[in-house]
């Protein structure tokens, strides 16, 4: 069931409720009032005819006992003997019966077949032959006073007369009224109900035309698989924008997660491509170095001593390409939560101080000038940055003359980090300049190495948003200067 026809359902039920209860509401006040109209017209009657019967010739009239003889006699009756009290007009479609204590005085026409003794005080319900009625029972009483001869004060007395009236009314009427207002009820809630169906109908399509263009949107993107696309965030109500909203992050997260993947996928075809290119030369070399020593063991002990050393010159170095490899890869794939807060200043002087201890026949010196130099960074990848620098400096800044020197300085500068590597050796040509950061690249200087050194360090600098620039030293030789930026 689609969410439009479940709009104009609600808007059917819903209408048919409201119906159904407002209705129910007005039918009930509606009968209270047409019931407490007939009381109230029962009411009325019985006192215009109370009024005409309860005086004194009428209890003559009626052969009512006599009250005790008092003080204050009653008054005499005024009209000739035997003359019958003139009653006020009946309400029309009430009926009237009058009973003394010698049976029934008086009795309208079309009073209902009901049995006095059934009957009582008060008003009441009973379901006549062809009718039903509604019927007030009450007493006839009169009042009449005392007076205190010594203070003069009235003290009133209820005297029960022995007179009974009884005024009834068919409900048939009223009955029929309310089933007609209640079958119009039910024809007017069917025809809301249709008209609120149509309605709800019209306006759920036009409150889901943004939803409509929502699906529209995203059907583009199944289709053309283009995750960059986002669908509009203000075509619609709030809901519908936000909904708008979380498909678009999610669909930024979805992207990003297919470039994390696709740049994983093309960072292990290039490792595999790679690690295929510059495994091979060195494996064959040691393939054949073993086969040289297994096929001639009595071979003299100074060429063995030089086979077994170029297998372990061979051996280093596929460790170093597959590390540095390993470095590439994993640099491509950094994210966010690798990045944390490191000190360059300790890993700077870690490094060269290593490096001073194990080359004891070149001068390196570090000058670390007073700063901050904590930063958000990747701990592995800068390692790898300034040691790699730290080697090239060594393998490829020798001088053709004269002590190896390599000065390291280390600077802070508005909320930026300086390291500066520089050496004595012949420098870099500017041709060299342009190709010695690719990978597997050592210039043309051909010398030992990789070529994946370089290669590292720009790809840092560019992890950690710096920058690279390669100059030429004050020592003579090449200056390979990194920028980085604290955040």
């Known amino acids: 069931m689609n969410l439009r026809l ?21 039918i009930t006040l509606i009968s209270n009032d047409a019931y407490d109209d007939l009381d109230n017209r029962l009411q009325k009657q019985t006192s215009l005819v109370e009024k005409t019967i309860a005086v004194a010739n009428t209890r003559k009239f009626f052969a009512v006992p006599p009250a005790p ?17 003139t009653i006020p007009t009946i309400d029309v479609g009430i009926a009237l019966r009058v009973v003394s204590p010698n049976g029934i005085f008086l009795q309208t026409e079309g009073f209902p077949d009901i049995s006095e003794k059934d009957m009582q005080f008060g008003f009441s319900n009973y379901k006549g032959k062809e009718n039903n009625w509604r019927v007030l029972r009450q007493k006839v009483e009169e009042t009449t006073y005392d007076i205190n001869l010594k203070t003069g004060k009235k003290t009133p007395r209820i005297i029960d007369t022995g007179i009974v009236m009884i005024v009834g009314s068919s409900t048939e009427n009223l009955e029929n009224t309310i ?59 709030y809901e519908i924008n936000e909904l708008a909203n979380q498909m678009n992050q999610l669909l930024a ?33 040691m393939i054949t170095n073993l086969d040289v020593l297994t096929n001639n063991p009595h071979l003299e002990e100074k060429e063995r001593t030089e086979i077994i050393s170029e297998l372990s010159d061979q051996q280093k170095r596929l460790v170093n390409v597959l590390d540095g490899l390993r470095i590439l890869a994993k640099g491509e794939l950094a994210i966010e939560e690798i990045f944390e807060s490191i000190d360059i200043a300790e890993i700077t002087d870690a490094i060269v101080s290593n490096a001073i201890k194990t ?36 393998i490829h ?48 200087a051909k010398t030992a190495g990789s070529g994946l050194g370089l290669a590292l360090v720009e790809q840092q600098v560019n992890l950690h948003n710096g920058k690279l620039e390669i100059k030429d030293s004050s020592l003579g030789g090449a200056n390979f200067i990194v920028t980085l930026s604290k955040n």
């Open 359 to 394: 080359s004891v026949d070149k001068n390196i010196k570090l000058n670390i000038h007073a700063g901050e130099y904590i930063m958000n960074g990747w701990d592995e990848g800068i390692k790898v940055m300034i040691g790699n620098l730290m080697n090239n400096a060594l």
């Open 6 to 26: 479940r709009v104009t359902l609600a808007a059917i039920f819903s209408t048919a409720l409201v119906i159904i209860i407002a209705g129910i509401a007005l």
């Open 397 to 444: 800044g020798i001088p053709i003359k004269g002590q190896h020197h390599i000065t390291v300085n280390l600077t802070e500068k508005e909320e930026q980090i300086i390291i500066s590597v520089a050496d004595n050796g012949a420098g870099i040509s500017f041709q060299d300049k342009q190709t010695i950061l690719q990978r597997f690249e050592t210039g043309s």
């Open 179 to 237: 089933a007609n207002i209640t079958n119009r009820f039910i024809f007017a809630g069917i025809i809301c109900s249709v008209l609120a169906g149509l309605i709800g109908w019209w306006l759920g399509g036009k409150a889901l035309s943004p939803l409509y263009i929502l699906r529209n949107q995203t059907a583009k993107i199944r289709e053309t698989s283009d995750l960059s696309f986002r669908v509009n965030t203000d075509s619609g109500p």
């Open 253 to 285: 997260t979805i992207e990003q997660e297919t470039a994390i993947r696709e740049r994983a996928l093309l960072s292990a075809q290039d490792f595999a491509g790679n690690a295929a290119h510059e495994l091979r030369t060195p494996l064959t070399s």
């Open 69 to 85: 003889r008092r003080l204050n006699p009653l008054q005499t009756n005024q009209l000739a003997p035997g003359t019958v009290p």
